[in-house]
């Protein structure tokens, strides 16, 4: 059933994947969990040393694709790239339109293993530098890092990037999963949901807040700024990027975690003036909206999230799609759960006003 792929309390803030909390999921590799979602269950060592072999052996990307990704323009966000190289190779799955369950898997495979290469191929180019080749012996987070460095990243940096990617996997029917399931429920192939839920990942309002939430840090600058920078914003009513979400009217788990990652990569790198600035935007947001007016915006799964690629020297640009390199299991477990029902998805148009 659709919700046993995600649970979410949103006033008690708890998040399940498969009825397993976040926090016990977060320790775990991406491997893993993204096995989970796509399968139901948690790998044994085996199974786990299988799917992680197949998805180390997928991740190359042909030359077909690297030309088509040295033609795109340098100053885009990474997402524009990536929609459009997602559709492209579809083309070159022999899998593509066999839609029975092993075929299914193997495209799942080849996207998840694929993604963050093209994303790291995208970044190298438009830097000015040689794409690198995946290293089959990284884990999904330090292959991800190390492409699009050049160099291998630290045990901090490595354990914090795959835990980013775990804590982004998957959200129950967010708007983005919800393309994907639409677009699932024409029996559209996989490539085609995934691509969906890619461009609706991208609006500032979902996915996207991420990068706005790093340029906004990056204009306040120190924590000094902060608290009159918010204050100025909110009043021009304008909306904290990071903030408030649909579903939790308390802190939201993800962000709980996340805080704590980027102090701990904060206290490594011996530079707190992220975290801290970042904490000076929570205390305003904080004490301006749920203290003085009761209502719930607390910092959602962007916002630390953002911290932490400052810290990792990751650029706005690729924030969005970092996330999509999570939650590309996501989506494919509820397309896998779409593809099931054979029923298509046809809400009425006055379903809208209540959105
Ligand atoms: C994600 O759905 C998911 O699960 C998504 C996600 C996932 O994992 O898939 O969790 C990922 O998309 C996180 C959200 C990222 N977006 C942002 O950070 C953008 C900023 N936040 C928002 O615009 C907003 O909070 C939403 C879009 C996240 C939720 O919007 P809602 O539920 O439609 O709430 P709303 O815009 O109607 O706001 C309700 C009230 C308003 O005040 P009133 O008019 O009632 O007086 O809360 C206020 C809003 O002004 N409010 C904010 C605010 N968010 C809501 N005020 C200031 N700053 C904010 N960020």
């Known amino acids: 059933m659709s919700k046993n792929i995600c649970f979410i309390d949103g006033l008690e803030g708890i998040l399940k994947y498969r009825e397993i909390d976040i926090n016990q999921l977060v320790d775990l590799s991406y491997d893993a969990v993204s096995y989970l979602l ?24 042909n030359r077909e694709v690297m030309d088509v990704i040295r033609m795109y323009k340098l100053n885009i966000d990474a997402m524009e790239a990536l929609r459009t190289v997602v559709s492209f190779i579809s083309q070159f799955d022999p899998d593509l339109n066999d839609s029975s369950t092993e075929a299914n898997m ?19 180019v438009a830097s000015g530098k040689e794409p690198v080749p995946p290293d089959r ?64 990942l991208k609006g500032p309002l979902h996915g996207g807040a991420r990068a706005e939430v790093m340029t906004m840090i990056q204009e306040i600058a120190c924590p ?8 100025e914003k909110m009043g021009k009513k304008e909306k904290i990027m990071g903030f408030g ?34 904490e000076v935007i929570e205390n305003t947001v904080v004490r301006e909206l749920v203290e003085k007016k ?36 996501g989506w494919i477990a509820h397309s896998f759960d779409q593809y099931e029902k054979k ?12 959105c």
């Open 137 to 200: 012996s990284l884990s999904h987070g330090a292959n991800f890092l190390y492409m699009i460095r050049g160099s291998k990243p630290s045990k901090l940096e490595a354990e914090v990037i795959e835990k980013d990617f775990i804590l982004s996997a998957e959200h129950e029917l967010n708007a983005s999963t919800f393309s994907s399931r639409v677009t699932a429920s024409t029996l559209a192939d996989l490539y085609s949901a995934v691509v969906s839920g890619l461009c609706t």
């Open 245 to 278: 979400h649909r579903v939790y009217k308390t802190y939201d788990p993800r962000g709980t975690l996340f805080k704590q990652l980027s102090k701990q990569l904060a206290e490594a790198k011996g530079d707190m003036h992220w975290y801290e600035t970042a």
């Open 224 to 231: 000094e700024n902060a608290e009159k920078y918010i204050l």
């Open 294 to 329: 009761g209502k719930p915006i607390y910092p959602n799964v962007d916002f630390y999230s953002a911290v932490i690629y400052m810290y990792m020297d990751i650029p706005p640009q690729l924030a969005t799609s970092i996330f999509a390199i999570g939650r590309v299991s």
């Open 106 to 124: 193997r495209k799942s495979i080849r996207l998840i293993a694929k993604i963050p290469t093209i994303i790291a191929a995208y970044y190298r």
């Open 38 to 61: 796509i399968q139901g269950e948690l790998p044994g060592d085996k199974e786990l040393a299988e799917y992680s072999a197949r998805l180390q052996g997928e991740r190359e990307i």
């Open 343 to 354: 029923k298509i998805i046809r809400p009425r148009a006055f379903m809208l006003d209540e």
